[in-house]
Structures are given as structure tokens and as C-alpha cells.
């Protein structure tokens, strides 16, 4: 069975930094794409970032610069670092595996999803 | 970059409805078109994608049809479970852009 389960999330200043985990597990991770999206709260999906399976990164315009997407296939695990975050970034962030190790697929399984907060 | 967008913004049908949603790609994007239900308080589920797949285990009631800029979602007859909003996403390169949404809710 896939599981993905993101971590990190939680309230943190504007200009300040977090780090999200997807903790994926039921597949061959190293074998897919993985995909960033998010949600403010009573909004419209908003894609983030993908990494292909052979770790080329994509960026949305509003995170280019910011965020970081990485992944370590040795842990299973997908990485957004997040810097410089603003109020507009809060959000719920949802991890996703996509149908191919290929950026562009669409995405069949999802996280549970971590709020991430940026308030003063 | 391309924008997406979906019509109608909401819509609201009786049960057994066929229900047509509508998205829209400001350039051509060939096929690589998926689309997303996400229920009130739940994460999305990705219902087709290459414009016309059905993904495994999702009801035969819903069917996806289009190429090029013009794509519909069709649910040929709504069930109450189906109460939900609608994302059409494109994947043809990034950024991997999704639409508005369609709010769908029973009559």
C-alpha cells in the first residue's frame, strides 16, 4: 500500500525557514517523480515543485529562488526547503507520487497534507 | 506560461444528472491533461489524465474527452458522492498548472 506522510509543517515568522518531509513507503520511490502542491485554506490547488526520478527540479514563479525540492532515495524521502517564506506561502502542503519517474504525469497518490503557517 | 481555466466556476444538479465541466488551455497542450475530485475536507484524486484515461478504480460514470486547448469532464449520471471540487491540471511541461476548480454540489 503507498503511504505518504509529510512532516514539518507549523507557524513561523515571515522571512523565516522551514523544512517539509514526505515520508513515502509501498513503492519503488527512486522509480518516480514527486510533486509539491498546495492549498491556502478555502483556496484552489497550486502546484509548487516536482522532481523527476532523476532529480531534475521544477519551480513554480512564486517559489523560484525560494523553495528547494530535493529527495533522498537511500531514506525514501521527499524534501521542500522552504526560505524567506511570506504570509502569502501559507497553505497546506500536500506531497504527491506521480505515475512516472517523467515531471510530467499526473499524481495517484497523495499525502495527508502539513499546514504551514507564516504569521509574526 | 499557459493558463488554465474551468467553467462554470460552481454548479449544482439533481441527482442522475449528466454534469459537463469544462477546461481550457490558453496554448495547445496535446493530451497531457489529468483531472482531480477532491471532496470537501479530503486530498485530491486523480480521476483521468492523458485527457481520456480513466485512472484505476475510479467509476465508469466518469469519462474525459478533448486534445489541443478544449477539454471536458463528464459525469454521466451524478451520484451524491460526487459532491465535490474539480481540477483540471496541465502536464505537458511546467509549470504544471492547475485550474480554478469547478464546485459541483446536488440540486
Known amino acids: 500500500e503507498v503511504q505518504l506522510l509529510e512532516s514539518g509543517g507549523g507557524l513561523v515568522q515571515p522571512g523565516g525557514s522551514l523544512r517539509l518531509s514526505c515520508a513515502a513507503s509501498g513503492f519503488t520511490f527512486s522509480s518516480y517523480a514527486m510533486t509539491w502542491v498546495r492549498q491556502a485554506p478555502g483556496k484552489g490547488l497550486e502546484w509548487v515543485s516536482t522532481i523527476s526520478g532523476s532529480g531534475d527540479t521544477y519551480y513554480a514563479d512564486s517559489v523560484k529562488g525560494r523553495f528547494t525540492i530535493s529527495r533522498d532515495d537511500s531514506k525514501n524521502t521527499l524534501y521542500l526547503q522552504m526560505n524567506s517564506l511570506r504570509a502569502e506561502d501559507t497553505a497546506f502542503y500536500y506531497c504527491s507520487k506521480l505515475r512516472s519517474s517523467a515531471a510530467g504525469a499526473g499524481g495517484n497518490y497523495w499525502g495527508q497534507g502539513t499546514l504551514v503557517t507564516v504569521s509574526s | 506560461d499557459i493558463q488554465m481555466t474551468q467553467s462554470p466556476s460552481s454548479l449544482s444538479a439533481s441527482v442522475g444528472d449528466r454534469v459537463t465541466i469544462t477546461c481550457r488551455a490558453s496554448?495547445?497542450?496535446?493530451?497531457?491533461l489529468a483531472w482531480y475530485q477532491q471532496k470537501p475536507g479530503k486530498v485530491p484524486k486523480l480521476l483521468i489524465y492523458a485527457a481520456s484515461t480513466l485512472q484505476s478504480g475510479v467509476p465508469s460514470r466518469f469519462s474525459g474527452s478533448g486534445s489541443g486547448t478544449d477539454f471536458t469532464l463528464t459525469i454521466s449520471s451524478l451520484q451524491p458522492e460526487d459532491v465535490a471540487t474539480y481540477y483540471c491540471q496541465k502536464y505537458n511541461s511546467a509549470p504544471f498548472t492547475f485550474g480554478p476548480g469547478t464546485k459541483v454540489d446536488i440540486k
Open positions: 496554448q495547445g497542450i496535446s493530451n497531457y
